[in-house]
């Protein structure tokens, strides 16, 4: 059997000890795969994405990475051991230019591949490198968060998380978001992804969970989550037959 990339074992985790968001959490992501995790408002979504990056305690579980465990790792430590994390904001440096903010973000590679990673970010997302000397805070809101995921491309990680990637985006921003995260799994970067917008994201994902009140309440394969509408007014909030988020 395939090892898991990312193995998340009965994680406990949130902002004050004996006050647990995230209950007795277990999830698998392996290499390739794009997994989401939705839920509704406040199922504590983010704050597991969070746990797993090292921004918020731990009180009990494990986690490790591609067979390493990174339960107790510094933050600081998970870019260099291949984790990577997108925030959902303050994720880029808005006074500075985009080729300034590519550069911060490669102060965690050696200095000899430090331009050539930054070269293979401006390949992978054109439009910014189109626009490679605007300030960050003048791109538009889809491009605002190309660069935030490139900045954690940057460091060449196994894995990227991305909370809310759609989060403020139109209907059209929010599709070449997403094309583009297609891009990024074909060339084999596996995705955990936190998404409010349910549709687009088990549309793109391989597998998802839906979190209620810090705990998996549904798991299975995206497209038989998308097609199940009684899973879709439980959790997600779908009123239509289409669905929704």
């Known amino acids: ?56 305690s731990k009180f009990s579980g494990c986690v490790t990475l591609d067979g390493a465990d990174i339960t107790a790792a510094k933050v600081h430590e998970l870019a260099r051991r291949g984790l990577g994390f997108v925030p959902q904001t303050e994720n880029v440096f808005t006074l500075m230019s985009v080729a300034d903010n590519m550069r911060i973000a490669a102060d965690v590679l050696p200095k000899a591949s430090r331009s050539e990673q930054i070269d293979a970010m401006f390949e992978l997302f054109p439009d910014l490198a189109r626009q490679r000397q605007l300030a960050a805070g003048r791109l538009s809101g889809g491009q605002r968060q190309m660069l935030a995921v ?58 998802a969970l839906i979190l209620v009140e810090g705990a998996i309440a549904h798991e299975g394969p995206a497209k038989a989550i998308a097609a199940d509408r009684s899973i879709g007014r439980l959790y997600l909030g779908a009123r239509r037959s289409e669905g929704g988020a």
């Not at 985790?13 to 392996?30: C, D, F, H, N, T």
């Not at 929010?174 to 995705?191: C, D, H, P, W, Y």
């Open 1 to 56: 059997m395939t090892r898991a990339l990312l193995d998340v074992d009965t994680l406990e985790a949130g902002y004050e000890p004996g006050a647990s968001i995230v209950r007795g959490v277990s999830l698998k992501v392996m290499a390739g795969e794009i997994v989401a995790v939705l839920g509704p408002n406040g199922a504590g979504k983010s704050t597991l994405i969070k746990a797993i990056a090292g921004l918020v």
């Open 150 to 207: 490139a900045r954690a491309l940057i460091a060449k990680p196994h894995i990227v998380m991305l909370d809310e990637a759609s989060a403020g985006l139109s209907p059209k921003l929010v599709g070449q978001v997403f094309s583009k995260l297609a891009e990024i799994r074909a060339i084999g970067i596996t995705i955990l992804m936190v998404e409010q917008n349910a549709k687009a994201a088990l549309a793109l994902a391989d597998r």
